[in-house]
């Protein structure tokens, strides 16, 4: 099939590093064109691509078919939806929207005229997220009780001069790491029963959401998703409790800083892309005799190869028509609303049920 022509929108560190090498990096997508409005490091990684100076370029170019927002939180459903009606495909990094009602309607657009829209929830290509789905999967913790995902940071001082630390509500820790948690447990476990939250500022001074507890409630089991600026030292990534035993994963998935350090990825089928390192595997703890469960055996679980190629290749088989799309419009949608459902908690101190 002929190439598809994408054009990535931003090079700021989503441009940079979770999108450009990607899409570059995967058979039947094409780096056709980058938008940054000044400066040269665009043209420098990727002196094959067309550097733009405007979105209006892109929306005017036919021959641009996909288009890939990685701006600022408040400006995607805005060029989304530009980009939607010239009738291009989109990708959109996260937050998907910053409203429910803005993500329904981008998944309205794009299903009225036929387009791929795809929320960029490229986490569920992460190492260690595919290594918990797997022991899910296999019953290595029996009946799973509680699940434990944490993403925090340790940065008590807001940075200065950049868009993440203001204080639109598309901004902060819920909007920003919150999606990515939050379509992990979905992807796992499908629609919760309810939800409680507890989202604060927890920072002296800080004009952002910069910290979030958020529980999900399904039938005899717990998902807690977490989030802090104030975590020096770091919980675990994941934490897994089950009838049988427990499953512990330090660190996160290694792609993010190889590729800030300068690491290139290969073309999909010419190697694999990323293995991490033995001393960040997970640990298995399982009582074998249940009637002594004072005796325990640990056994380190090798990470799965992580691998964010494997996200675009969806993309582009879902707009060939080959493949089905992984991470669709209502996933987006769903995950934007249980964010503001999780604001709504924590105002009101109370669960809400929850319903789509």
Not at 92 to 97: H, N
Not at 131 to 156: C, N, W, Y
Not at 224 to 232: D, F, G, I, T, V
């Amino acid at each position: 099939m002929a190439e598809i022509n994408t054009a990535v929108i931003g090079f700021g560190l989503a441009g940079r590093v979770f999108h450009a090498p990607f899409v570059s990096a995967v058979p039947g997508l094409r780096l056709d064109s980058i938008v940054q409005r000044r400066g040269d490091e665009a043209a420098k990684a990727y002196p094959e691509a067309r550097i733009l100076r405007s979105f209006e370029e892109v929306l005017k170019d036919a021959t641009i078919q996909l288009v890939v927002v990685g701006t600022p939180n408040e400006t995607h459903f805005s060029l989304a939806r530009q980009a939607l009606l010239a009738g291009k495909h989109v990708v959109i990094d996260k937050p998907f929207a910053a409203t429910s009602a803005e993500a329904k309607e981008l998944g309205s657009i794009a299903a009225e005229r036929g387009l791929v829209l795809a929320p960029f929830h490229n986490r569920r290509w992460d190492g260690d997220f595919l290594t918990v789905r797997k022991l899910i999967e296999e019953e290595a913790l029996g009946r799973l009780v509680t699940f434990e995902s944490h993403f925090d940071r340790f940065r008590p001082l807001p940075r200065e001069n950049t868009w993440k630390e203001a204080g639109d509500l598309a901004n902060g820790m819920l909007f920003d790491l919150g999606p990515h948690l939050v379509d992990q447990v979905l992807a796992l476990f499908g629609t919760p029963q309810g939800i409680t939250a507890s989202v604060r500022k927890d920072r002296d001074q800080t004009a952002i959401e910069d910290a979030f507890d958020i529980t999900l409630e399904y039938p005899r089991l717990r998902a807690h998703c977490r989030a802090s600026m104030l975590a020096c030292d770091a919980a675990p990534r994941f934490l897994l409790h089950g009838t049988k035993g427990s499953f512990k994963k330090y660190g996160l998935d290694p792609q993010e800083p190889a590729l800030v350090g300068g690491a290139k990825v290969p073309r999909l089928g010419e190697g694999d892309w990323l293995a991490e390192d033995e001393a960040a595997w997970g640990t298995l703890t399982v009582a074998p005799v249940p009637a002594e469960p004072g005796t325990l055996v640990k056994t380190p679980v090798k990470t799965a190869f992580g691998d964010y190629r494997g996200y675009y290749a969806n993309v582009r088989d879902a707009i060939n028509g080959v493949g089905k799309l992984a991470v669709t419009p209502e996933d987006g949608y769903r995950v934007i609303r249980l964010l503001e459902m999780a604001r709504e908690s924590s105002v009101e101190g109370c669960t809400l049920p929850v319903k789509f």
